[in-house]
């Protein structure tokens, strides 16, 4: 997996940068997030270093590297023997959405999320970084090595969704996806489940994300369109089998 490399034709000269260093951005920046949207409480221990290269799927060099790049930036500090924990104040998140109730909600949810992300990939092909796309990439290679396993990663799956938001660059996009995280994971949860038990299902939906990461990575903003548009509504059929309910009053 080549996480520096790749070039959309935006920049003249891509400056080469070591893995090790792009997956420490990209631990830093979920932790940074995390503590910034108020997932992690004011002198709320972190998770040990063992924990974090678990969760991140990279190696404790790296985690530490992060880590350390959060020290500078005031946001952590360590005692000695304790761990690190959080030293900036909290900024509670500015939106939020009441708690899934019924089913019909979940349908709701998609149908926002089909408004929501198409566009989200489509600015993401325009707008994103080496960085971003590296974070894109390696959250498909998380979710390429559980499929060769025969299971799902729902954590990576809604990481590759929100690092696309982040790479548009539009910060109304990521905080809709932050407020949606609790709804997202129940139908990821249910939609992961349901792929395991059809022939090829998970590997057809990991070309579904392979698609659209393609798109993003060679800048085709309608083709990252397209095929957002395509997994979304296939991951919604696909768990409710294709039988949508009357979504236009509630009763």
Excluded: W
């Excluded at 500015?94 to 600015?123: G, K, N, S």
């Amino acid at each position: 997996m080549n996480l520096a490399g790749r070039n959309s034709g935006r920049h003249d000269t891509v400056v080469e940068r070591p893995k090790s260093l792009l997956l420490a951005d990209i631990v830093h920046d979920r932790i940074r997030r995390a503590i910034l949207n108020g997932e992690y409480a004011a002198d709320e221990r972190l998770p040990g270093e063992n924990v974090l290269a678990e969760q991140h799927q990279v190696s404790r060099p790296v985690v530490r590297s992060a880590l350390s790049r959060l020290r500078d930036e005031g946001l952590i500090t360590s005692r000695q023997g304790a761990g690190s924990f959080v030293s900036a104040p909290v900024t509670p998140k500015p939106l939020a959405f009441q708690p899934l109730e019924t089913i019909a909600d979940l349908q709701r949810c998609y149908e926002f999320r089909l408004t929501l992300e198409p566009a989200a990939a489509a600015l993401a092909a325009g707008r994103r970084g080496e960085k971003e796309l590296a974070e894109i990439e390696t959250c498909l290679q998380i979710m390429r090595d559980a499929t060769e396993r025969r299971s799902h990663r729902e954590d990576a799956d809604f990481d590759f969704h929100l690092a696309i938001t982040t790479a548009a660059n539009n910060q109304y996009f990521e905080t809709s996806m932050r407020a949606l995280r609790e709804h997202i994971a129940v139908g990821m949860k249910f939609h992961g489940l349901s792929l395991q038990t059809v022939r090829g299902g998970l590997d057809h939906v990991l070309d579904e994300h392979a698609n659209i990461f393609d798109a993003i990575s060679r800048g085709e903003a309608e083709k990252a369109r397209e095929a957002m548009h395509i997994h979304i509504t296939g991951s919604r059929d696909r768990l409710f089998e294709g039988r949508l309910l009357d979504l236009s009053s509630r009763k």
